[in-house]
């Protein structure tokens, strides 16, 4: 019914639909590309931001929430940072702008600026669907990123790590990557702030995996606690593909990290293993939804989530089973310790069944530490908030010990523990 | 395994064909005018013979329900309601009203012998073994008797249509009629609240435990007419009473809209257990026909230590939407919630509950158990949250989906806020076919196939039976059994 | 070392008293055992002295090398070298046993006032104490007490007990579900730990226990009081004649 009668726009969307106007001018690419940003940019002036009215941002009133967008800013300076595993290839991000020192080898590689001038890139710039806001704002204003290719056969010893530095304004970016047959790689998306000043980073990546290919993909944002980060993640799992995403979210103002799924080959396998490390005023929503469209797949999720402050926290996840999909087996879990009584959780997991020979369930659980581990630790004379800060982090843990890489398992760890610190 | 394809092809099969209560009675009626409009409302206001204050409280409810639009939020599709083709009252002629058995016409009672339902409190006192169950038998738009009232009387207990009680107990119906679901609430209650034509009033005062098992059997006869009950039960500091509904209709092709209220108030240390079992007609094999269930039943626990407890056994109707609550005001309140959904046929399903935490140390159970046959759609829908100050809350949720055959859908949507960190909230969900196994061991045993899936859905609803009062137990074990099976009972 | 005095406690939660004026006294270097059937309030009175809780004392006192401990926490009696060894030892997903044992003994020695171990050295000791208890150190390596047997969470315990070098050791029917090879060798940890300025109490519901672990003092606890105390014989004489009728000469 809204739709009809023009919306009052609030601050935020002014302050979208101005850079446009402001920025169009600069932004790569013409023809398709234009017309595409265009349609989008429509959209989003016609719609406004989504309201909690929009069951897919029940929680998460967008438009309440994002109170002001600032302005591009050309002269801001950012500067490449060590990576997280010595080692690793680095492909930065710097300020929404793509800086490539070397192309890793054994995968091929442009900037995503190059796509959106060369107009390949209009055939990304569309909505998921009606509700797809992060792909709306992305698709408008996307500047740079990387289009990737790990050739058939690949195996990339050292992580791949995307590293998204701002420091202001905001910035817009998009990575395709596409993971040959038989590939293997483990892939760090990283997201930092330097500097106090807020930021508006959105960020969508399109990871298509061929047959048996097998990726680990990590996302750690860490950006400032006064910005806001609209991320999605799209895959589609081919026969036997095997895709591992960890995502921790340690920062921000306003988080939403959307994770959208489809299996379309058999025996493709997904896990998905998610922290939220949530204090100060933050409100970050991880939403998922996956379609097992096809038979024999299988999945698993587990989300943890540790609330301090004044901290809001959602997760949503949607589990479809196709008509045909049999023999699915799809599992989730949502575990949450909320410190706080000024912090709050939500949790919306679904389950859309159409086919009946599936194994499915999902559990959700808050909690407060157990009294009974808390006792056992203090009687072997551990005091008790240390006792309790162990079990925090032992909560969470549980998740990171299940990356291998012992390397990688210490690196988080102590990005954890470090955050827990200064929250606990 | 081959012997299950064929009872999947069988359950598919069966539809309303196994609807034993489909029959249709010819009963001189007294009708409104289809239509809805201020002159219909005081059409069914002055039928009853209602107060002033009673017709304004129902005109308010529909100036507002004009500026409201349907909800489309449930997972169920069907074609707009013309709100303007429906008669908002029909009263059997002979029988306009609650009276004496005695003058109940004859026909009428035949119906409910028809469907098993006690009527003559001599017969009732006569089956010695049966434990005694007061009736409110509701016929379309009103109340044609109420048994047992005089004895409920002695206790202190009322129990009466609720258009008896707004002209004999003006005082409680005023205090409590709308403060649990407000005439504002939804699209739904506020249509019930401005058109309602009868249902059942209950009243327990302090510390009395009712000395018997209440309720009402609602049936739809008329063509084209819509059921608009409304149910107000109170339980005063330390009362207790159980109520049970039961529903069925006569097989048509047209869709019929049942648009019930039911408000429960609990007390302190009051404790309410409601319990349904809705068998509405749920249209036939090709979707044709069957009772749009579009209900709002929601309990308030007000008092300390108050219990409310719904348990439905949902098998009927072509739509049901419908979310039993639980307001947990009162500190140490606990709200229960026990459901079997069976849909087989085109039938949509879209049934859960919402627990509210607003007290302090208050608990909630869900128990759901979904079984989704035939081309049907069954979602279960639930909400629990705590309020910020709502110390100590606890939530268990337990929510199970059986799909049989792969043409069918089932769905869980749970809503799950926490405010408090003292709030510790569990909530587990899964869905599954029946086993292999289980169907094999059972077969093993000399059981044959249609039988074992009735004993493994019964295995798979037990928790839920178990909550309904001994005598609907059998009932509606028979009932799934029925919907899922045809001969096997 | 130890003294209660007319001790009487209940469940926080219910009120149900449990512990109903008991008096035990046990020297340093002394082996004591509780015995006494199902409910009479020996495993209470294991959590009552480690600091649970779950229940309050509400008369008389339990006095540790001559102070009181009814106001410490638990982590304080245990850093003041009381140790229990459960009966259930409780499964924390997410705790490495290697980094429990390290902030534990750490933590104890900071209390104390004594330097933390270095890695090193808390390695070597773990290892030592491991291989005399036939600790695979494989287990080690899993989350604490998460996915071990019941012969390996005991043995755990033990191995617990002889990092933490406690003074007053409690062990809650450490013998429950452990087959005779796995009895023996905890036995053995605790004979080893057995020393002159050490106490040891023993609750256990068999007198097989004693046979390893030879008691210097057995006492009958029923319905949350000693009802008769003695030297060793006194538990031949339990595992022959049963509690009756000391319950009924006491009775």
């Given at each position: 019914?809204?739709?009809?009668?023009?919306?009052?726009?609030?601050?935020?969307?002014?302050?979208?639909?101005?850079?446009?106007?402001?920025?169009?001018?600069?932004?790569?690419?013409?023809?398709?590309?234009?017309?595409?940003?265009?349609?989008?940019?429509?959209?989003?002036?016609?719609?406004?931001?989504?309201?909690?009215?929009?069951?897919?941002?029940?929680?998460?009133?967008?438009?309440?929430?994002?109170?002001a967008v600032p302005a591009h800013d050309p002269s801001a300076f950012a500067q490449r940072v060590e990576p997280l595993v010595a080692g690793s290839s680095v492909l930065s991000v710097l300020n929404g702008k793509a800086d490539v020192k070397t192309a890793p080898a054994g995968i091929n590689l442009r900037s995503y600026a190059e796509?959106?001038?060369?107009?390949?890139?209009?055939?990304?710039?569309?909505?998921?669907?009606?509700?797809?806001?992060?792909?709306?704002?992305?698709?408008?204003?996307?500047?740079?990123?990387?289009?990737?290719?790990?050739?058939?056969?690949?195996?990339?010893?050292?992580?791949?790590?995307?590293?998204?530095?701002?420091?202001?304004?905001?910035?817009?970016?998009?990575?395709?990557?596409?993971?040959?047959?038989?590939?293997?790689?483990?892939?760090?998306?990283?997201?930092?702030?330097?500097?106090?000043?807020?930021?508006?980073?959105?960020?969508?990546?399109?990871?298509?995996?061929?047959?048996?290919?097998?990726?680990?993909?990590?996302?750690?944002?860490?950006?400032?606690?006064?910005?806001?980060?609209?991320?999605?993640?799209?895959?589609?799992?081919?026969?036997?593909?095997?895709?591992?995403?960890?995502?921790?979210?340690?920062?921000?103002?306003?988080?939403?990290q959307e994770i959208h799924g489809v299996t379309t080959g058999e025996g493709a396998d997904f896990q998905l293993r998610g922290i939220n490390l949530l204090g100060g005023d933050t409100h970050t929503d991880v939403t998922f939804t996956l379609g097992h469209d096809v038979p024999n797949t299988t999945s698993k999720e587990v989300i943890r989530n540790v609330l301090f402050d004044r901290a809001k926290g959602v997760f949503q996840g949607q589990i479809r089973v196709a008509p045909d999909a049999q023999k699915t087996d799809a599992k989730m879990a949502c575990n949450t310790l909320l410190l706080s009584d000024d912090a709050d959780f939500s949790a919306k997991p679904e389950l859309e069944i159409f086919a009946d020979d599936v194994q499915c369930g999902h559990g959700a659980t808050v909690i407060d530490i157990n009294p009974t581990h808390l006792y056992y630790l203090r009687a072997r004379g551990i005091p008790e908030n240390k006792a309790r800060a162990m079990l925090v982090n032992a909560f969470v843990d549980e998740i990171v010990e299940e990356l291998e890489d012992e390397g990688l398992i210490e690196t988080l760890e102590t990005i954890i523990s470090a955050w827990l610190e200064k929250h606990a | 395994m081959a012997a299950v394809q064929e009872t999947i092809d069988q359950v598919a099969l069966i539809d309303v064909d196994q609807?034993?209560?489909?029959?249709?009675?010819?009963?001189?009626?007294?009708?409104?005018?289809?239509?809805?409009?201020?002159?219909?409302?005081?059409?069914?206001?002055?039928?009853?013979?209602?107060?002033?204050?009673?017709?304004?409280?129902?005109?308010?409810?529909?100036?507002?329900?004009?500026?409201?639009?349907?909800?489309?939020?449930?997972?169920?599709?069907?074609?707009?309601?013309?709100?303007?083709?429906?008669?908002?009252?029909?009263?059997?002629?002979?029988?306009?009203?609650?009276?004496?058995?005695?003058?109940?016409?004859?026909?009428?009672?035949?119906?409910?012998?028809?469907?098993?339902?006690?009527?003559?409190?001599?017969?009732?006192?006569?089956?010695?073994?049966?434990?005694?169950?007061?009736?409110?038998?509701?016929?379309?738009?009103?109340?044609?008797?109420?048994?047992?009232?005089?004895?409920?009387?002695?206790?202190?207990?009322?129990?009466?249509?609720?258009?008896?009680?707004?002209?004999?107990?003006?005082?409680?119906?005023?205090?409590?009629?709308?403060?649990?679901?407000?005439?504002?609430?939804?699209?739904?209650?506020?249509?019930?609240?401005?058109?309602?034509?009868?249902?059942?009033?209950?009243?327990?005062?302090?510390?009395?435990?009712?000395?018997?098992?209440?309720?009402?059997?609602?049936?739809?006869?008329?063509?084209?007419?819509?059921?608009?009950?409304?149910?107000?039960?109170?339980?005063?500091?330390?009362?207790?009473?159980?109520?049970?509904?039961?529903?069925?209709?006569?097989?048509?092709?047209?869709?019929?809209?049942?648009?019930?209220?039911?408000?429960?108030?609990?007390?302190?240390?009051a404790e309410i257990k409601y319990s349904t079992v809705q068998n509405w007609y749920p249209g036939d094999k090709e979707g044709k026909g069957g009772i749009y269930n579009f209900v709002t039943k929601r309990g308030d626990c007000r008092g300390k230590n108050s219990k409310i407890s719904w348990t439905q056994v949902e098998t009927g109707s072509a739509i049901t939407w419908k979310y039993p609550s639980c307001i947990l005001r009162g500190?140490?309140?606990?709200?229960?919630?026990?459901?079997i959904a069976v849909s087989n046929g085109h039938q949509q399903i879209d049934s859960g509950t919402k627990m509210i935490h607003l007290g302090k140390n208050t608990s909630s159970r869900i128990v759901s158990k979904g079984i989704a046959a035939g081309v049907s759609q069954n979602t279960y829908r639930g909400q629990v949250s705590t309020h910020r100050k709502a110390e100590n809350a606890r939530n268990f949720t337990q929510c199970d989906s059986l799909l049989i055959g792969d043409k069918c859908g089932a769905h869980t949507v749970p809503y799950i806020e926490a405010r408090n960190s003292s709030a510790q909230f569990e909530h587990e969900a899964t869905t599954s076919k029946i086993s292999e196994d289980q169907l094999f061991y059972c077969l093993q045993r000399g059981i044959p196939t249609e039988a074992a899936i009735a004993l493994i859905v019964n295995g798979f609803v037990k928790e839920v039976i178990q909550e309904l009062p001994m005598e609907f137990a059998v009932e509606a074990q028979k009932l799934i059994g029925i919907s899922l099976e045809g001969s096997v009972g | 070392m130890l003294e209660i005095r007319n001790l009487h406690a209940r469940i926080a939660e219910d009120g149900t008293e449990i512990i109903r004026g008991l008096n035990l006294t046990v020297k340093a270097g002394e082996v004591a055992a509780i015995m006494g059937p199902n409910g009479s309030g020996k495993s209470t009175l294991s959590y009552i002295l480690s600091g649970r809780e779950d229940y309050e004392v509400t008369e008389g006192d339990i006095l540790y090398n001559g102070e009181s401990i009814l106001e410490l926490d638990p982590s304080e009696r245990a850093a003041k070298g009381i140790f229990l060894a459960f009966q259930y030892p409780v499964e924390i997903p997410g705790v490495a046993t290697m980094q429990f044992l390290k902030v534990a003994m750490n933590e104890q020695r900071k209390f104390?006032?004594?330097?933390?171990?270095?890695?090193?050295?808390?390695?070597?000791?773990?290892?030592?104490?491991?291989?005399?208890?036939?600790?695979?150190?494989?287990?080690?390596?899993?989350?604490?007490?998460?996915?071990?047997?019941?012969?390996?969470?005991?043995?755990?315990?033990?191995?617990?007990?002889?990092?933490?070098?406690?003074?007053?050791?409690?062990?809650?029917?450490?013998?429950?579900?452990?087959?005779?090879?796995?009895?023996?060798?905890?036995?053995?940890?605790?004979?080893?730990?057995?020393?002159?300025?050490?106490?040891?109490?023993?609750?256990?519901?068999?007198?097989?226990?004693?046979?390893?672990?030879?008691?210097?003092?057995?006492?009958?606890?029923?319905?949350?009081?000693?009802?008769?105390?003695?030297?060793?014989?006194?538990?031949?004489?339990?595992?022959?004649?049963?509690?009756?009728?000391i319950i009924g000469a006491a009775a």
């Amino acid at each position: 019914m809204n739709m009809q009668t023009a919306i009052t726009m609030t601050a935020a969307e002014t302050a979208l639909v101005d850079a446009y106007t402001a920025m169009i001018g600069e932004l790569p690419g013409e023809g398709a590309v234009l017309s595409a940003r265009d349609a989008l940019l429509a959209d989003l002036k016609r719609q406004g931001l989504p309201t909690r009215r929009v069951e897919a941002w029940h929680y998460t009133d967008l438009r309440a929430l994002l109170r002001a967008v600032p302005a591009h800013d050309p002269s801001a300076f950012a500067q490449r940072v060590e990576p997280l595993v010595a080692g690793s290839s680095v492909l930065s991000v710097l300020n929404g702008k793509a800086d490539v020192k070397t192309a890793p080898a054994g995968i091929n590689l442009r900037s995503y600026a190059e796509s959106l001038v060369e107009g390949v890139a209009a055939a990304d710039l569309i909505e998921r669907d009606t509700d797809d806001a992060i792909g709306r704002i992305n698709g408008s204003f996307v500047r740079d990123g990387f289009e990737i290719e790990v050739p058939e056969g690949t195996v990339l010893e050292q992580p791949l790590e995307l590293q998204l530095v701002q420091s202001a304004g905001q910035s817009h970016s998009r990575f395709p990557v596409t993971f040959g047959a038989n590939s293997r790689a483990t892939v760090i998306e990283r997201h930092l702030s330097v500097g106090d000043a807020a930021s508006l980073v959105t960020v969508v990546s399109d990871l298509i995996l061929d047959d048996s290919a097998e990726i680990t993909w990590i996302i750690l944002q860490q950006q400032g606690a006064s910005d806001s980060h609209l991320a999605q993640v799209n895959f589609d799992l081919g026969a036997n593909a095997k895709l591992r995403l960890f995502i921790i979210n340690a920062g921000g103002k306003l988080v939403r990290q959307e994770i959208h799924g489809v299996t379309t080959g058999e025996g493709a396998d997904f896990q998905l293993r998610g922290i939220n490390l949530l204090g100060g005023d933050t409100h970050t929503d991880v939403t998922f939804t996956l379609g097992h469209d096809v038979p024999n797949t299988t999945s698993k999720e587990v989300i943890r989530n540790v609330l301090f402050d004044r901290a809001k926290g959602v997760f949503q996840g949607q589990i479809r089973v196709a008509p045909d999909a049999q023999k699915t087996d799809a599992k989730m879990a949502c575990n949450t310790l909320l410190l706080s009584d000024d912090a709050d959780f939500s949790a919306k997991p679904e389950l859309e069944i159409f086919a009946d020979d599936v194994q499915c369930g999902h559990g959700a659980t808050v909690i407060d530490i157990n009294p009974t581990h808390l006792y056992y630790l203090r009687a072997r004379g551990i005091p008790e908030n240390k006792a309790r800060a162990m079990l925090v982090n032992a909560f969470v843990d549980e998740i990171v010990e299940e990356l291998e890489d012992e390397g990688l398992i210490e690196t988080l760890e102590t990005i954890i523990s470090a955050w827990l610190e200064k929250h606990a | 395994m081959a012997a299950v394809q064929e009872t999947i092809d069988q359950v598919a099969l069966i539809d309303v064909d196994q609807y034993k209560y489909g029959f249709e009675t010819t009963i001189e009626m007294d009708k409104a005018p289809k239509g809805l409009s201020e002159d219909i409302i005081r059409f069914i206001s002055a039928k009853k013979d209602e107060p002033e204050w009673m017709l304004e409280w129902r005109l308010d409810a529909y100036r507002r329900w004009l500026t409201l639009e349907e909800p489309t939020w449930a997972r169920v599709n069907y074609p707009k309601i013309d709100f303007n083709d429906i008669h908002y009252y029909a009263a059997p002629k002979s029988t306009p009203g609650p009276t004496s058995i005695d003058d109940v016409d004859p026909e009428l009672l035949k119906v409910y012998e028809k469907l098993g339902i006690p009527l003559r409190e001599q017969e009732i006192l006569a089956g010695v073994e049966k434990p005694r169950i007061a009736v409110d038998a509701v016929f379309d738009s009103v109340s044609v008797v109420t048994t047992f009232k005089e004895e409920l009387k002695k206790a202190g207990v009322i129990f009466m249509s609720i258009s008896e009680a707004i002209r004999e107990h003006p005082e409680l119906v005023k205090k409590y009629l709308g403060t649990v679901v407000p005439t504002t609430d939804n699209y739904y209650a506020t249509l019930n609240s401005a058109v309602f034509t009868d249902g059942s009033f209950v009243f327990v005062p302090k510390g009395v435990r009712c000395p018997m098992e209440l309720s009402t059997y609602f049936r739809i006869n008329e063509k084209g007419t819509g059921q608009f009950e409304r149910t107000l039960i109170i339980a005063e500091d330390g009362a207790y009473v159980s109520y049970l509904e039961g529903c069925t209709a006569p097989q048509r092709d047209e869709n019929q809209l049942h648009a019930a209220v039911v408000e429960l108030v609990a007390l302190d240390d009051a404790e309410i257990k409601y319990s349904t079992v809705q068998n509405w007609y749920p249209g036939d094999k090709e979707g044709k026909g069957g009772i749009y269930n579009f209900v709002t039943k929601r309990g308030d626990c007000r008092g300390k230590n108050s219990k409310i407890s719904w348990t439905q056994v949902e098998t009927g109707s072509a739509i049901t939407w419908k979310y039993p609550s639980c307001i947990l005001r009162g500190d140490g309140s606990r709200g229960e919630f026990y459901s079997i959904a069976v849909s087989n046929g085109h039938q949509q399903i879209d049934s859960g509950t919402k627990m509210i935490h607003l007290g302090k140390n208050t608990s909630s159970r869900i128990v759901s158990k979904g079984i989704a046959a035939g081309v049907s759609q069954n979602t279960y829908r639930g909400q629990v949250s705590t309020h910020r100050k709502a110390e100590n809350a606890r939530n268990f949720t337990q929510c199970d989906s059986l799909l049989i055959g792969d043409k069918c859908g089932a769905h869980t949507v749970p809503y799950i806020e926490a405010r408090n960190s003292s709030a510790q909230f569990e909530h587990e969900a899964t869905t599954s076919k029946i086993s292999e196994d289980q169907l094999f061991y059972c077969l093993q045993r000399g059981i044959p196939t249609e039988a074992a899936i009735a004993l493994i859905v019964n295995g798979f609803v037990k928790e839920v039976i178990q909550e309904l009062p001994m005598e609907f137990a059998v009932e509606a074990q028979k009932l799934i059994g029925i919907s899922l099976e045809g001969s096997v009972g | 070392m130890l003294e209660i005095r007319n001790l009487h406690a209940r469940i926080a939660e219910d009120g149900t008293e449990i512990i109903r004026g008991l008096n035990l006294t046990v020297k340093a270097g002394e082996v004591a055992a509780i015995m006494g059937p199902n409910g009479s309030g020996k495993s209470t009175l294991s959590y009552i002295l480690s600091g649970r809780e779950d229940y309050e004392v509400t008369e008389g006192d339990i006095l540790y090398n001559g102070e009181s401990i009814l106001e410490l926490d638990p982590s304080e009696r245990a850093a003041k070298g009381i140790f229990l060894a459960f009966q259930y030892p409780v499964e924390i997903p997410g705790v490495a046993t290697m980094q429990f044992l390290k902030v534990a003994m750490n933590e104890q020695r900071k209390f104390r006032g004594e330097a933390e171990l270095t890695t090193p050295d808390f390695i070597r000791r773990v290892k030592e104490a491991s291989a005399r208890l036939h600790i695979n150190p494989d287990m080690l390596k899993r989350p604490l007490n998460v996915g071990f047997s019941g012969g390996e969470k005991k043995r755990a315990e033990i191995l617990q007990m002889a990092l933490l070098e406690p003074k007053l050791c409690v062990l809650d029917e450490t013998d429950s579900g452990l087959d005779i090879d796995a009895l023996k060798i905890v036995a053995d940890g605790v004979n080893a730990l057995r020393s002159p300025d050490r106490a040891v109490i023993v609750i256990t519901h068999y007198q097989r226990l004693l046979e390893y672990i030879v008691p210097d003092t057995v006492h009958v606890l029923y319905k949350g009081q000693v009802i008769k105390s003695g030297d060793k014989s006194l538990a031949l004489d339990l595992e022959a004649n049963g509690y009756a009728d000391i319950i009924g000469a006491a009775a």
